[in-house]
């Protein structure tokens, strides 16, 4: 069975840090697919980063280029969001995605086979 575990959101001022985990079990890291969509409050979901295990290409949403970063812990089965430069248009329910498929450049739209509980982020102004 896939499980996968996210922690580290919480309550951050404008302009801060937060670093996201997610810890998978049961799940292969060969030629993968896995990274973080968020929900913000009355909104759809969006994707936000995505990460092929098979090469290492890197995916983000316009909205955070340059702001979060996506790398993993192939040791430890983790993959993490580091989250700089918050913005309280961030404020989301966070979920770590997996698929046993890489990433293609429409990772956005695809649907994914598993899903974390979610984590809440929430960044005041």
């Known amino acids: 069975e896939v499980q996968l575990v996210e922690s580290g959101g919480g309550l951050v001022q404008a302009g801060g840090s937060l670093r996201l985990s997610c810890a998978a079990s049961?799940?292969?890291?060969?030629?993968?697919?896995i990274g973080w969509f968020r929900q913000a409050p009355g909104k759809g979901r969006e994707g936000v980063s995505c990460l092929d295990t098979g090469d290492s290409s890197t995916y983000y949403a316009d909205s955070v280029k340059g702001r979060f970063t996506i790398s993993i812990d192939n040791a430890k089965n983790t993959v993490y969001l580091q989250m700089n430069s918050l913005k309280p248009e961030d404020t989301a329910i966070y979920y770590c995605?997996?698929?046993?498929?890489?990433?293609?450049?429409?990772?956005?739209?695809?649907?994914?086979?598993?899903w974390g509980q979610g984590t809440q982020v929430t960044v005041s102004s």
């Open positions: 995605v997996a698929d046993q498929v890489p990433p293609s450049p429409f990772w956005y739209r695809v649907p994914y086979d598993y």
């Open positions: 049961g799940f292969s890291f060969d030629d993968s697919a």
